[in-house]
């Protein structure tokens, strides 16, 4: 019912930025909000921020707050994830999530879809 797909990571020196785009395509329209996950190696896949589609309601991990900002464009069914400052241990798959129900953002069981994950390495 809904595909998404990850785009914009690749390789940065660290203190660069990167921007992330999910697009979007299915039956988006009814659904709640739209998530960034990352996994490191060897590490659980952990939640990043969100956007809910309906409204301007954003929330991020304590830890990323005021270095990574979430934002969305309805129209082209696309969120970004805009990060800047990047230091090493922000190297991982970013995945993009969708949610479909009103409820908890930060975990990733709460999630309904998930797109491939794009890779982001950040060089020291």
């Known amino acids: 019912q809904v595909q998404l797909v990850e785009s914009g990571g690749g390789l940065v020196q660290a203190g660069g930025s990167l921007r992330l785009s999910c697009a979007a395509s299915?039956?988006?329209?009814?659904?709640?909000?739209m998530g960034w996950f990352r996994q490191a190696p060897g590490k659980e896949r952990e939640f990043v921020a969100a956007?809910?589609?309906?409204?301007?309601?954003?929330y991020y991990a304590d830890s990323l707050k005021g270095r990574f900002t979430i934002s969305r464009d309805n129209a082209k069914n696309t969120v970004y994830l805009q990060m800047n400052s990047l230091k090493p241990e922000d190297t991982a798959v970013f995945y993009c999530?969708?949610?479909?129900?009103?409820?908890?953002?930060?975990?990733?069981?709460?999630?309904?879809?998930w797109g491939q994950g794009t890779q982001v390495t950040v060089s020291s």
């Open positions: 999530a969708l949610k479909q129900r009103v409820g908890g953002l930060k975990s990733r069981y709460a999630y309904d879809y």
């Open positions: 299915g039956r988006t329209f009814d659904s709640y909000a």
């Open positions: 956007i809910t589609l309906s409204g301007d309601y954003t």
